[in-house]
């Protein structure tokens, strides 16, 4: 028996996919305005393979139908069936990507994999997924203080039986209280009256107006940046990513730095282009509320003046 103990720590900068605050069960629910996928303590977005059907969900975590949207064209106006492929390819996700993520989208603290590969590249593929997932499920993935895996293969198997054991910065009971206080804020902030423009402003004033930075850096998530009303760069980040996303504006979280230091911000998809919000950075660190746009709905050109990212990985906003 060969066996391999690996410990690995995320350094974690940054988006939000938990939807609302219900019970860490699996299940279907339909409302006046369509159908939803209940996992864990939020509601499913993007593509999803389920009972090997695949579905295709809106980032409102309402199930997508009679429309195209981010190449998909699913038409079923009923739960339990699509014209999606069904193929894993299509998924989104492979098998470790998908079991990482079903595990970690409910704070499950130990979870088991089977690996098809040599026991030493375990390491490298799980932080591999784990990173991929920050551009797919950012609010999950980045969620993540630090994991462990241990991982053992028998002579002459070509299957690793791992072990991944995870902590977490929000629990299931933050992350659902997170979620009502959020959503009483943006009902009030970016009424659904509003226009898609118009509510990201509200949302991102709100923020400014309400969140200092923490130069303690000690708060990273988004629970703590909104209860206590600081956070670093990471905080705001995933804060603002959950208020858009509840209004129902696309958007993701993006990794780099600004001025040589690590960082976070996010992008929006409004009015039918990409653009850059730095919410951080609109909001300097002062004694006095400053209300400021210089990093607002920005394009690459603006932002790359002092701002450095990986553009292959991210949509350009030109």
Not at 41 to 58: A, G, H, M, P, T
Not at 137 to 149: H, L, V
Request: aromatic share 12%; charged share 25%; glycine share 6%.
């Amino acid at each position: 028996m060969k066996k391999l103990k690996l410990i690995t720590s995320l350094l974690i900068l940054t988006l939000i996919l938990a939807l609302n605050s219900i019970g860490a069960i699996s299940k279907w629910k339909n409302d006046i305005t369509g159908w939803l996928y209940a996992k864990g303590y939020s509601w499913e977005v993007s593509q999803r393979l389920i009972d090997k059907i695949s579905y295709y969900f809106d980032y409102d975590g309402y199930m997508a139908k009679d429309k195209t949207t981010d190449g998909y064209n699913p038409n079923s106006s009923d739960a339990g069936t699509s014209d999606v492929s069904t193929s894993k390819e299509t998924s989104g996700l492979d098998y470790i990507g998908q079991k990482i993520l079903d595990n970690i989208s409910v704070e499950n603290p130990s979870f088991d994999l089977d690996y098809k590969g040599d026991i030493n590249n375990l390491g490298k593929d799980i932080k591999d997924k784990i990173d991929n997932l920050k551009y797919t499920n950012p609010y999950e993935a980045y969620n993540i203080s630090s994991y462990n895996i241990q991982a053992s293969s028998s002579l002459g198997s070509s299957t690793v039986r791992a072990r991944v054991d995870c902590v977490y910065k929000m629990t299931a009971e933050m992350e659902a209280d997170l979620d009502a206080k959020a959503r009483a804020i943006v009902a009030k902030v970016a009424p659904n009256s509003m226009s898609q423009s118009k509510k990201e402003l509200a949302i991102h004033d709100w923020i400014v107006n309400n969140t200092r930075y923490d130069q303690s850096y000690k708060i990273y998530d988004p629970y703590n940046t909104l209860i206590k009303h600081t956070g670093v760069c990471e905080g705001y980040t995933l804060l603002a990513q959950k208020m858009f996303t509840i209004a129902g504006i696309k958007s993701i979280v993006v990794e780099g730095t600004a001025k040589g230091e690590a960082h976070s911000w996010n992008m929006v998809y409004i009015d039918n282009k990409w653009r850059n919000v730095d919410v951080t950075w609109d909001d300097p660190v002062s004694s006095k509320d400053i209300l400021r746009y210089d990093y607002f709905n920005i394009t690459d050109s603006k932002l790359s003046a002092d701002h450095t990212w990986d553009t292959s990985k991210y949509p350009s906003a030109n």
